[in-house]
C-alpha cells in the first residue's frame, strides 16, 4: 500500500532554533497534505491544508509566520516550526492525499516528535 | 508492537440502517482511543475519544463506541446512517502519551 515517510521522527532543539519536518508520499503523488498537531492525551488539531504549488491554507488561530509550510513538489510537504520555543514542544503528524479516478484516502505519516529545551 | 488494525477496507450500508466499524488494537497499557472521520477534501474530523471511565463512549452526529479490553476493540456504531456519513473513517491509538498510531481506515459508503 502507499506510504508516507515523515522525517525526523523526534527532534530536540534549542529554544529560537527552526526545525524542519519533511512528509514524503513514497509511491504517490500527493497534490494535498495536511499538517496535525497533538498535545499529550489529546486528539489530534489540524494546522494547515498544505496544496502543491500554492500557499497553505491554515486553521483559525495557527501562525502561518511561525509556522511555515512548503509543498514545492507532488511528493514533498515540509513544515519548519520557526524560532521554536517550549510551548511548541508537541507531536507533529501529515497525512497524503492519494486520489484517482475511483478512489479516495489518506495516508498518514509516523509523527515527528518536537522537544524545544 | 503497538498497532491498529481496522479489518474492513470498505463497507456498503443502506441509508437508515445500523453500521458498525470494527477496530482492534495492540498496546501493553491502557490506550487513549479515538475515532477520526476523514470527509472528501477535508482534513480529519474527531468523532469521539476515550481515555477512562465509562467504556461507552457518546460522540458527534450520532456516532458512539464501546471500548472492551477483553477483546482489545474500540468498534464504531451508528444506528441509523445517513448519506452525509459516507467517508473514511480511522481508529488511533495514543500511544505514551504523545504519538499516535493510526489503522487503516474504513471506506464508508452509503446507498439509497
Known amino acids: 500500500g502507499a506510504v508516507v515517510s515523515q522525517h525526523p521522527s523526534r527532534v530536540i532543539c534549542k529554544s529560537g532554533t527552526s526545525v524542519k519536518i519533511e512528509c514524503r508520499s513514497l509511491d504517490f503523488q500527493a497534490t494535498t497534505m495536511f499538517w496535525y498537531r497533538q498535545f499529550p492525551k489529546q486528539s489530534l488539531m489540524l494546522m494547515a491544508t498544505?496544496?502543491?504549488?500554492?500557499?497553505?491554507?491554515?486553521e483559525q488561530g495557527v501562525e502561518k509566520d511561525k509556522f511555515l509550510i512548503n509543498h514545492a513538489s507532488l511528493t514533498l510537504s515540509t513544515l519548519t516550526v520557526t524560532s521554536a520555543h517550549p510551548e511548541d514542544s508537541s507531536f507533529y503528524i501529515c497525512?497524503?492525499?492519494?486520489?484517482?479516478?475511483?478512489?479516495?484516502?489518506?495516508?498518514f505519516g509516523s509523527g515527528t516528535q518536537l522537544s524545544v529545551l | 508492537a503497538q498497532s491498529v488494525t481496522q479489518p474492513d477496507i470498505h463497507i456498503t450500508v443502506s441509508e437508515g440502517a445500523s453500521l458498525e466499524l470494527r477496530c482492534n488494537y495492540s498496546?501493553?497499557?491502557?490506550?487513549?482511543l479515538f475515532w477520526y472521520v476523514q470527509s472528501p477534501g477535508q482534513g480529519l474530523q474527531l468523532l469521539l475519544k476515550?481515555?477512562?471511565?465509562?467504556?461507552l463512549v457518546q460522540g458527534i452526529k450520532g456516532f458512539e463506541a464501546e471500548f472492551k479490553r477483553s477483546q482489545s476493540s474500540f468498534n464504531l456504531r451508528k444506528p441509523s446512517v445517513h448519506w452525509s456519513d459516507a467517508a473514511e473513517y480511522f481508529c488511533?491509538?495514543?500511544?505514551?502519551?504523545?504519538?499516535?498510531?493510526f489503522g487503516a481506515g474504513t471506506r464508508l459508503f452509503v446507498k439509497a
Open positions: 498496546y501493553g497499557a491502557t490506550p487513549y
Open positions: 498544505s496544496n502543491e504549488g500554492s500557499k497553505a491554507t491554515y
Open positions: 476515550y481515555f477512562s471511565g465509562d467504556t
Open positions: 497525512s497524503a492525499r492519494f486520489r484517482d479516478r475511483a478512489n479516495e484516502k489518506l495516508f
Open positions: 488511533a491509538v495514543g500511544a505514551g502519551g504523545f504519538k499516535t498510531i
